[in-house]
C-alpha cells in the first residue's frame, strides 16, 4: 500500500529564503477578503451619501455645477492656490 503525506499549505506569501516562511491557510484568506469586503461596501455607502448630499446642497443652494466641479478636480490634483482663488471669483461675480 502506498502512503500519502499530507500536503502542506499553499505558500502565497513569502518572505526570503534563507528566512522563516510566512505561509496563509484557507482561513486567513477568507478572513482578509471578508474584511476587504466590509471596507468596500462602508467605502461605496460613503461614496452614495456624498453623492446624495452633494445634489441636494448643490439644488438647494443653487451653486453652478460646471464651476464648483473645475474647482474641485483643480483641489484634487493640488493645482495652485491662485488658479482655484480666480475659479472661485469667477463663481462668486456669477452668484
Known amino acids: 500500500m502506498i502512503e500519502r503525506a499530507?500536503?502542506?499549505p499553499i505558500k502565497i506569501?513569502?518572505?526570503?529564503?534563507?528566512?522563516?516562511?510566512?505561509?496563509?491557510?484557507?482561513?486567513?484568506?477568507?478572513?482578509?477578503?471578508?474584511?476587504?469586503?466590509?471596507?468596500?461596501?462602508?467605502i461605496k455607502d460613503l461614496q452614495d451619501s456624498?453623492?446624495?448630499w452633494s445634489k441636494d446642497f448643490l439644488d438647494e443652494k443653487g451653486l453652478p455645477k460646471k464651476e464648483l466641479s473645475t474647482a474641485l478636480s483643480a483641489?484634487?490634483?493640488?493645482?495652485?492656490?491662485e488658479v482655484v482663488s480666480e475659479i472661485f471669483n469667477n463663481i462668486a461675480e456669477m452668484v
Open 50 to 52: 456624498r453623492r446624495e
Open 6 to 8: 499530507t500536503p502542506a
Open 75 to 81: 483641489a484634487k490634483k493640488e493645482l495652485d492656490i
Open 13 to 42: 506569501l513569502s518572505t526570503n529564503e534563507n528566512s522563516d516562511v510566512t505561509c496563509w491557510d484557507m482561513e486567513d484568506a477568507k478572513e482578509y477578503v471578508k474584511i476587504y469586503m466590509t471596507y468596500e461596501i462602508q
